[in-house]
T-cell receptor, first 114, second 109 residues
Framework: GAGVSQSPRYKVAKRGQDVALRCDPISGHVSLFWYQQALGQGPEFLTYFQNEAQLDKSGLPSDRFFAERPEGSVSTLKIQRTQQEDSAVYLCASSFRDSSNEQFFGPGTRLTVL | AQSVTQLSVSEGALVLLRCNYSSSVPPYLFWYVQYPNQGLQLLLK??????LVKGINGFEAEFKKSETSFHLTKPSAHMSDAAEYFCAVSAPNDYKLSFGAGTTVTVRA
């Protein structure tokens, strides 16, 4: 079956622009996660959804970052007024709601802010 | 957290990637691999069952509570093993994964 897909794969934005990154999780996966991966670093947790409910947004770095999953499937991560420090790969992951915590990752969106 | 950021091995040599965790309660432990321009792929996981875990592509890892470690090994490196490897941990009842900085593995012919 299809895995997690993300679009666009690459995004170049001028500083101050708003961007929207999309994630299509694996069908039937209840949980959805967003991570930020800076160059040369491991992914860092941003936010977590269980169905349409955003249960944890403790990792969002500022109020310029906003995520939604209105129908419990597709999710969008929005970054307003982008800054150079927002340049990173944004990874989306999904999982069944089980005890193993196994997450399946998409290919990521590489955001470059000029 | 992982303690090595780059590793170069010869084809056919042992691959050993170290992962130590800091938790009083044994967590769930994962090894992921990331190929260029691709997402993370799960190699193997430890979720409090067998301490020796076998994963894909010939990799295995052993959970050692006394050493708070979950090192990843492969007896014989292949050119296709060149990638970035991440150790990740989560509390048994938590959903968040915390990743190490990653180890870039290169394989010499």
């Amino acid at each position: 079956g299809a895995g997690v897909s993300q679009s666009p794969r690459y995004k170049v934005a001028k500083r101050g622009q708003d961007v929207a990154l999309r994630c299509d999780p694996i069908s039937g996966h209840v949980s959805l996660f967003w991570y930020q991966q800076a160059l040369g670093q491991g992914p860092e947790f941003l936010t977590y959804f269980q169905n349409e409910a955003q249960l944890d947004k403790s990792g969002l770095p500022s109020d310029r970052f906003f995520a939604e999953r209105p129908e419990g499937s597709v999710s969008t991560l929005k970054i307003q007024r982008t800054q150079q420090e927002d340049s990173a790969v944004y990874l989306c992951a999904s999982s069944f709601r089980d005890s193993s915590n196994e997450q399946f990752f998409g290919p990521g969106t590489r955001l470059t802010v000029l | 957290a992982q303690s090595v950021t780059q590793l170069s091995v010869s084809e056919g040599a042992l691959v050993l990637l170290r992962c130590n965790y800091s938790s009083s309660v044994p967590p769930y432990l994962f090894w992921y691999v990331q190929y260029p321009n691709q997402g993370l792929q799960l190699l193997l996981k430890y979720t409090s069952a067998a301490t020796l875990v076998k994963g894909i592509n010939g990799f295995e890892a052993e959970f050692k509570k006394s050493e708070t470690s979950f090192h990843l090994t492969k007896p014989s490196a292949h050119m296709s093993d060149a990638a970035e490897y991440f150790c990740a941990v989560s509390a048994p009842n938590d959903y968040k994964l915390s990743f190490g900085a990653g180890t870039t593995v290169t394989v010499r012919a």
